[in-house]
């Protein structure tokens, strides 16, 4: 297994055009998290998939963002009408299920870059 | 709502040396789990270090242990013998009842040859 691998690694969109992300985590793991980070800030939370029910969203997540999980297995985040303030690292994190010590597993992100 | 605080917005160590860096959160849960991520600067974060809530003793992996405080809330990393691959952000964080990680603002470490 490669681990969660995120696509595109980076993206540089224009003001006002949709873009979308793609995460595939490891493949027996059942959770799925999107974090936003910008520079020099811890993660925040977006949202939070088990298998392909999305469970919790975050206030951070307006209107313009959507998640997906179908069938449980990739993910896709897209950001509709991108303003300046979306430019951040997009991280994504799978885990198994279990309890909450097991370990999540992070991708390398995709950097969006929003001109 | 969960929150987890990192007072050192940056700390730097000399190699070999040993280094403290602090968290502290809070809960309204009784049964939680912390955990030290670090990230690079290639940006992929990983584990360092968890800990269970129910477990009074302090968790160590190799140089890494932490120095966990149940009743104030604290739990603070100690690396020993600093190595200059150390150099990175850490990251505090704390699963809440939703399952979902909550992180503090980081640490940047620099680890000085």
């Known amino acids: 297994d490669t681990g969660v691998s995120q696509n595109p690694r980076h993206k540089i969109t224009k003001r006002g055009q949709n873009v979308t992300f793609r995460c595939d985590p490891i493949?027996?793991?059942?959770?799925l998290y999107w974090y936003r980070q910008t520079l020099g800030q811890g993660p925040e939370f977006l949202t939070y998939?088990?298998?392909?029910?999305?469970?919790?969203k975050s206030r951070l997540l307006s209107d313009r963002f959507s998640a997906e999980r179908p069938k449980g297995s990739f993910s896709t985040l897209e950001i509709q009408r991108t303003e300046q303030g979306d430019s951040a690292m997009y991280l994504c994190?799978?885990?198994?299920?279990?309890?909450?010590?097991?370990?999540?597993?992070f991708g390398q992100g995709t950097r969006l870059t929003v001109v | 709502a969960q929150t987890v605080t990192q007072s050192q917005p940056e700390m730097s160590v000399q190699e070999a040396e040993t280094v403290t860096l602090s968290c502290t959160y809070d809960t309204s849960e009784s049964n939680y789990y912390l955990f030290w991520y670090k990230q690079p600067p290639s940006r992929q974060m990983i584990l360092v270090i968890r800990?269970?809530?129910?477990?009074?003793q302090n968790a160590t992996e190799n140089r890494f242990s932490v120095n966990f405080q149940k009743a104030a809330k604290s739990f603070s990393l100690k690396i020993s013998d600093s190595q200059l691959g150390d150099t990175a952000m850490y990251f505090c964080?704390?699963?809440?009842?939703?399952?979902?990680?909550?992180f503090g603002g980081g640490t940047r470490l620099m680890v000085k040859p």
């Open positions: 964080a704390i699963y809440n009842a939703g399952n979902m990680l909550t």
């Open positions: 493949s027996e793991h059942n959770r």
């Open positions: 998939f088990q298998n392909e029910a999305q469970l919790e």
């Open positions: 800990q269970e809530a129910y477990k009074q």
């Open positions: 994190a799978s885990r198994p299920g279990g309890g909450k010590n097991t370990e999540a597993f």
